[in-house]
């Protein structure tokens, strides 16, 4: 089993930015992908993005540009930097791994853009 534990969400002005981390315990051997979902009230959970074990990254198109994902795979940890926040971007923010054939998700932190 792994324990995804995010952190870095909060209340913020558009135009301004967030950071969200997310730390992975646990069996945590043979994680590959990590990232970061996000779902907004009525809305399906969608993909935000997506970082390798490799380094190779994957952004959802409305957040190109503006969010930077990392990761460190020494600490087991997830970075989602984001900038330019607008009021589209509020919703739950969840954290992902995948290990072998298994998916794994954090308990979401709540970031929400006023305008």
């Known amino acids: 089993q792994v324990q995804l534990v995010e952190s870095g969400g909060g209340l913020v002005q558009a135009g301004g930015s967030l950071r969200l981390s997310c730390a992975a315990s646990g069996s945590i051997f043979s994680i590959n992908a990590m990232g970061w979902y996000r779902q907004a009230p009525g809305k399906q959970r969608e993909l935000v993005a997506l970082?390798?074990?490799?380094?190779?990254?994957n952004y959802v198109d409305s957040v190109k540009g503006r969010f930077t994902i990392s990761r460190d795979n020494a600490k087991n940890t997830v970075l989602l930097q984001m900038n330019t926040l607008a009021a589209e971007d509020t919703a739950v923010y969840f954290c992902?791994?995948?290990?072998?054939?298994?998916?794994?998700w954090g308990q979401g932190t709540q970031v929400t853009v006023s305008s």
């Open positions: 970082i390798s074990r490799g380094g190779r990254t």
């Open positions: 992902y791994a995948s290990q072998l054939s298994k998916n794994y």
